[in-house]
């Protein structure tokens, strides 16, 4: 039996092994300076996480937010992360992640989930597809490192 629930705190350890893992999966690198289920801890304050949890433990997880506002002036849920643990993958957890997530945002008042995938991750795509989404046309950019740190310290933007 696989249930979907809001992370809690106590999940912190077992929610950090799982996301280690992804981290591996993805070939990423963990600062060795990062306490893991402490930093899950901090950022589930300000993101939204939910577990797929079976007998044997976490299965999975997914990270994602509420927005405002979308084309249209609606409020929009975006979707960080999907990640299913590789001992679970292919018994319909990622899914039912899926499914929790569209009940969240609907209660909200979304009226859109979006997310990405990579163009080669075709498992993914093929699940994503079979729940009626559709692709789209967007180009994802990502700001990072030294180009991050320039735009925040430039002279233009906001006084904080």
């Known amino acids: 039996m696989v249930s979907i629930r809001a992370f809690e705190e106590q ?3 077992l929610l950090a092994d799982l996301m280690t893992e992804m981290a591996n999966f993805y070939g990423a690198t963990i600062s060795p300076t990062l306490v893991v289920a402490k930093d899950v801890i901090q950022q589930a304050k300000s993101v939204d996480i939910i577990v797929a949890e079976g007998d044997d433990g976490l299965l999975g997880f997914a990270t994602f937010t509420s927005l405002y506002p979308v084309a249209g002036l609606i409020p929009f849920t975006y979707v960080q992360q999907i990640y299913v643990g590789t001992n679970a993958r292919r018994l319909g957890v990622a899914q039912r992640l899926m499914a929790g997530i569209a009940q969240i945002a609907s209660a909200r008042g979304s009226t859109r ?3 990405s995938t990579s163009r080669d991750n ?8 079979g729940l009626g989404a559709v692709g789209s046309d967007k180009v994802q950019y990502v700001l990072e490192g030294d180009a991050l740190d320039q735009l925040a310290t430039g002279t233009e933007g906001l006084s904080v």
Not at 122 to 129: G, H, Q
Request: no cysteine; net charge negative.
């Open 122 to 129: 075709i498992p993914a795509r093929s699940l994503y597809e």
């Open 113 to 115: 989930i979006e997310w």
């Open 11 to 13: 999940d912190a350890q």
